[in-house]
């Protein structure tokens, strides 16, 4: 079950978010409560709040959406390592290793000219770390880049402005799954390649064990479109509670595209005109001349 409940004010959504777990409690008192929140400073000030309004906040977790999308690849999928040989710190000091080993390539000039009389290597480390920082985001919000530069594939329009990236994720990826691979027999996974297995598998509306009692989401002013997806194929086994704030105080739901008004009318004055067309006797029609100047 997926739930909508959205208000321009978190004062209004965090007063729904207690009533609900105030007066619809799970049924183990020591099963915790999942609120999925944007950062630690919204997990703080909501733990606050509800403790203003229930008296006490406890056995209640906050976990972070790139935390619990992990989990819920862990849980859902099988061999999924406890933590992603993917993240942020470990590619940053892959690059490291990695990066002047391709500076001599004509894709690499800018970062070659960036990195010249870089003699403490402090230049590397920002940029690696930089780099680390872009592949992550690649790997939530451009997932589909990630699996065409793994096979080989064009990925993004502006890729030409920029070939060294798809080089240096290859060459990143190769690194990782051989160090990986040596140390333990589980695959190193990363998250554009786990969204759509997960999507899949909960989708088969399997019974999946380990899985939250129910979830909440509050206060994510943004979400990657793979989060989302994950979260709706979620609701088809436990509850997910969407808290989202909206930007008006009135009522919009009613607003329509002007474009999409435009197609509409149309349609309309084209289905007019073949009816009218249709009720115009036949012998009217034939009095028309094609040769007619007007």
């Known amino acids: 079950m997926f739930k909508l409940y959205h208000s321009n ?7 729904i978010l207690a009533v609900l777990i105030q007066y619809e409690p799970l049924d183990h008192p020591f099963t915790a409560e999942q609120i999925l929140v944007q950062s630690p400073g919204m997990a703080q000030w909501l733990k606050l709040e509800l403790a203003k309004k229930m008296g006490i ?8 959406p790139a935390s619990f999308i992990w989990q819920m690849f862990k849980q859902v999928l099988p061999g999924v390592p406890e933590k992603s040989p993917y993240n942020k710190e470990a590619m940053a000091w892959a690059l490291m290793t990695l990066l002047p080993l391709h500076l001599e390539k004509n894709e690499f000039t800018p970062l070659k000219a960036y990195l010249d009389q870089d003699e ?3 230049k590397r480390y920002q940029l690696c770390h930089k780099i680390a920082d872009i592949f992550d985001q690649y790997l939530v919000y451009r997932p589909q880049w990630i699996n065409a530069w793994e096979k080989g594939q064009s990925g993004p329009e502006w890729e030409d402005q920029q070939a060294w990236q798809p080089i240096l994720w290859q060459a990143l990826q190769q690194k990782i799954e051989s160090e990986f691979t040596t140390e333990t027999s ?10 759509a297995d997960l999507i899949a598998q909960l989708e088969q ?4 064990l380990g899985l939250p009692k129910r979830l909440f989401v509050f206060g994510i002013s943004a979400m990657a479109p793979e989060y989302l997806k994950a979260l709706i194929a979620l609701g088809d086994h436990v509850e997910v509670h969407l808290f989202l704030t909206n ?9 329509v595209d ?4 435009a197609r509409l009318r149309q349609k309309q004055r084209r289905a ?8 115009v006797p036949q012998a009217l029609q034939n009095l028309v001349s094609p040769d007619l100047e007007l």
């Not at 589980?186 to 969204?195: C, M, N, T």
């Not at 509306?205 to 999946?208: A, F, L, R």
């Not at 002007?258 to 008004?261: G, H, M, N, R, V």
């Not at 007019?272 to 009720?279: G, V, Y």
């Open 120 to 122: 403490s290597s402090l």
């Open 258 to 261: 002007a474009k999409y008004l």
């Open 186 to 195: 589980e695959k190193p996974y990363h998250r554009a390649g786990l969204y």
């Open 205 to 208: 509306k399997k019974t999946v």
């Open 272 to 279: 007019i005109t073949l009816a009218d067309n249709e009720l």
């Open 9 to 15: 004010r978190l004062d209004y959504l965090k007063e």
């Open 247 to 255: 930007p008006c105080q009135e009522f919009w739901d009613d607003i």
């Open 57 to 64: 906040t406890a056995n209640i977790d906050f976990p972070l």
